[in-house]
């Protein structure tokens, strides 16, 4: 199984990256994950299901300690291209 997430930090601050959101990165991208993208207003990322629910376990610990004060984030199952007829 596969999952996306996608996760913004708050509070905002359009001058320069806050630590939290600047953490945040730091987790998604040295975690090896597929189709990572970072950005200003959110970012997301893509893998297998225990990968990704472990990224967001620590994303969500750190950016907290880091001054976050609300994390928004979605997590989508992603349809496989290798299933079977008929699989659900």
Do not use: C, I, W, Y
């Not at 509070?11 to 320069?16: G, K, N, R, V």
């Not at 945040?24 to 991208?29: F, G, H, I």
């Not at 997301?44 to 880091?66: K, Q």
């Amino acid at each position: 199984m596969r999952l996306k997430v996608e996760f913004t930090t708050e509070p905002f601050d359009l001058d320069e990256a806050p630590e939290h959101a600047v953490v945040a990165r730091e987790v998604v991208q040295r975690a090896g994950l597929d189709a990572v993208d970072v950005g200003p207003f959110g970012n997301t990322a893509e893998g297998a299901a225990d990968e990704v629910l472990a990224v967001v376990n620590e994303m969500l610990r750190r950016t907290l300690a880091s001054g976050a004060t609300r994390v928004s984030l979605q997590v989508n199952l992603v349809e496989s291209d290798d299933r079977e007829p008929g699989d659900a």
